[in-house]
């Protein structure tokens, strides 16, 4: 049944690899977006904040492709649509803006047509888009999540995160688009890089799952990405470095980049220092970079009500950051 009133989602940023677990651990955080997606006579899609600036308005718009397949794949027919968009997580950085859309798209559309299809198709489905279940794991279930992927079908494990962690990112104000620091990689790895690897990603899903923050340091290096990307973004080599002499848990280099990440103790109070440590050392390289302190977000992409009579973006105020 088509929900003539429409539907509105609210989906959480993510950071994806974590260090070591390279297209495989993801954890959502406390920064959004927002989709409302109605029936309409005609398309419309209105896109608000400074993010959205150069995304199409038009069919070619990601959300309505993807809210297209979503009929397409339930055997429905609903080629007009009025969507309206806003996010304050910024475009290719990192944080998971393309995957917060595909799964915002995805759950929208799904309950605009009575959720004919389970989280299970929809992971799929965001992951086959997506080509890594990372970001969109994280976007759709919260949490942290550890993912595999065969090419078809993608299976997860959701983590609680810690109660204590707290996450510090340093967002560099030129983009980094996931080709080009994909681009950067090896094909083939050594046994030992691959061990290394593999030890700490599962250190760190343990570390999670049990509390044990302290292990967090040793659980987030890396050998399989980070190095060869760590000259697309100066002064992550020295951050990825020194960031524990600082305060952090741990650092790591965000998705693919180019925003830096910080997990923290929220109970050791040395966020002033780490802040300032990153900003200078980006500063150094000439790069300018804004912080911005978040949570870890519990709770994947959820459905909100829509009240009547009251405007989209009216509905967002008091929530969004700017
Ligand atoms: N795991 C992916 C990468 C995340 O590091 O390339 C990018 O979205």
Redesign the pocket.
């Known amino acids: 049944m088509i929900s003539e009133a429409g539907v509105r989602v609210k989906v959480p940023a993510s950071t994806?690899?974590l260090g070591p677990g390279?297209?495989t651990l993801g954890m959502a955080l406390s920064l959004y977006a927002w989709i409302e997606m109605k029936p309409a006579k005609e398309t419309e899609i209105h896109l608000y904040g400074d993010q959205m600036k150069g995304i199409p308005t038009n069919k070619s718009n990601l959300i309505y492709e993807v809210a297209q397949s979503v009929f397409r794949e339930a055997g429905v027919s609903l080629p007009e649509l009025e969507i309206s968009m806003y996010s304050d997580i910024p475009l290719t950085r990192g944080l998971g803006s393309s995957a917060s859309a595909i799964v915002g798209a995805l759950v929208a559309a799904n309950e605009l047509i009575g959720s004919p299809l389970n989280q299970a198709q929809l992971f799929d489905m965001a992951t086959a888009l997506e080509k890594?279940p990372?970001?969109v794991g994280a976007s759709l279930f919260g949490g942290v999540i550890t993912a595999v992927w065969d090419g078809t079908h993608a299976e997860y494990l959701r983590i609680e995160p810690p109660i204590d962690l707290e996450v510090l990112v340093a967002i560099p104000e030129f983009q980094l688009s996931?080709s080009k620091?994909?681009q950067v990689l090896p094909e083939q790895v050594s046994l030992e890089d691959a061990v290394f690897n593999i030890s700490r990603t599962s250190l760190f899903t343990a570390a999670m799952a049990s509390g044990r923050l302290d292990l967090i340091r040793s659980a987030m290096q890396d050998r399989l990405?980070q190095p060869f990307r760590a000259p697309l973004v100066p002064g992550m080599a020295r951050i990825l470095e020194e960031a524990t002499a600082h305060g952090a848990l741990g650092a790591a280099l965000s998705?693919?980049g180019p925003t830096l990440l910080a997990l923290t103790d929220r109970r050791e109070q040395r966020g002033m220092e780490l802040e300032r440590f990153l900003i200078e050392v980006l500063s150094e390289q000439g790069i300018k970079a804004r912080t911005i302190w978040l949570n870890p977000c519990t709770q994947g992409a959820q459905t909100l009500t829509i009240e009547k009579g009251v405007k989209f973006i009216d509905s967002i105020e008091g929530e969004v950051r700017s």
């Open positions: 994806a690899n390279f297209d890594h990372d970001n996931t620091a994909r990405h998705g693919a």
